[in-house]
């Protein structure tokens, strides 16, 4: 299987871990990701609060590279990207005083034809999760997982197309055929707010803590993610949350392809789990994962 991939600025930067696991688990499952070659910002920062224009062009930019490479699928594994090549995809057609923009701002037509796809969307509809349990050779049996979707992977629903916006199960199905146990929580499908992260750090903090604290009193292990910018956000803020809340999570969040890895049997060190900051390995190594 072939598809364009668009890595998003996290993967090559603070979530290279998620990169590592995507570029093992991938090939495992002869999956070849041709990264875009020139893309830009997907513009999942401010940019469509200030000027919805750009942001449609941001990602018509992107989708067009996908175009011209002969492709008809792009694939991305952060959520915030997802929601901003749909989102773009999704205007195309819709007005045509905006369709003229772009394609001015382009100088070309717009790429109509290119589908977007979560890279938990590909493992699911394309690649399928008999294929997956499959390649297990480590089931994941003794871990209790809470599935994390965060607020942008399913919705807005129109737009994703992916899974039940309040009720998913993409991804306690992947999980749950890797041998794992998936436990039942209510912030599944909650914000955590790392869209906020710099400038309401209280409001990020206090979401944050409500989403741990219930995946903790579900009695989840870990939390689990198919997005860089939740995995950076309630990995790395669970000392200041200690500090501001005085609970003490000590809650991994890992990210859904290093589960994967560790399955088919790669280690942790090679999928990057050791970068991250709330430790995992103790519980992996009851399992006998080292």
């Known amino acids: 299987m072939r598809v364009a991939y668009y890595p998003g600025c996290s993967v090559h930067g603070v979530a290279r ?35 919805h224009a750009l942001a449609i062009g941001l990602g018509a930019r992107n989708l067009a590279l996908v175009e011209r490479m002969g492709l008809g699928c792009v694939v991305t594994p952060c959520s915030g990207c997802f ?31 290119v589908e977007v796809l979560h890279l938990l969307q590909l493992m699911i509809d394309s690649v399928g999760l008999d294929r997956i349990a499959a390649e297990v050779v480590r089931p994941l049996q003794g871990l209790r997982l809470g599935a994390y979707y965060g607020c942008l992977l399913t919705r807005p629903t129109q737009v994703t197309r992916f899974d039940d916006p309040e009720q998913p199960t993409s991804l306690d199905r992947l999980l749950r055929a890797l041998g794992a146990e998936t436990v039942d929580w209510s912030h599944k499908a909650e914000c955590c707010g790392a869209g906020f992260a710099a400038s309401e750090t209280d409001i990020v903090l206090e979401l944050g803590s409500q989403v741990l604290e219930s995946a903790r009193d579900a009695g989840a292990d870990a939390i689990v993610v198919a997005c ?59 399992m006998g994962i080292r």
């Open 83 to 113: 929601s901003r090549l749909t989102a773009a995809a999704y205007e195309f057609g819709r007005s045509d005083a905006l369709d003229n923009e772009i394609e001015g701002r382009l100088a070309a037509p717009l790429p109509r034809d």
């Open 228 to 286: 860089p910018l939740c995995q950076t956000n309630l990995d790395t803020r669970q000392q200041a949350m200690k500090n501001r809340s005085g609970k003490d999570f000590d809650l991994p969040v890992v990210y859904f392809t290093q589960l994967m890895g560790l399955a088919f049997g790669f280690s942790p060190k090679a999928l990057g789990m050791r970068r991250l900051l709330v430790d995992s390995r103790s519980k992996l190594r009851a």
């Open 17 to 51: 871990d998620y990169g590592e696991s995507i570029g093992l688990v991938c090939k495992r499952l002869s999956i070849s990701l041709d990264e875009i070659e020139d893309w830009n910002c997907c513009g999942a920062s401010a940019a469509h609060s200030i000027d």
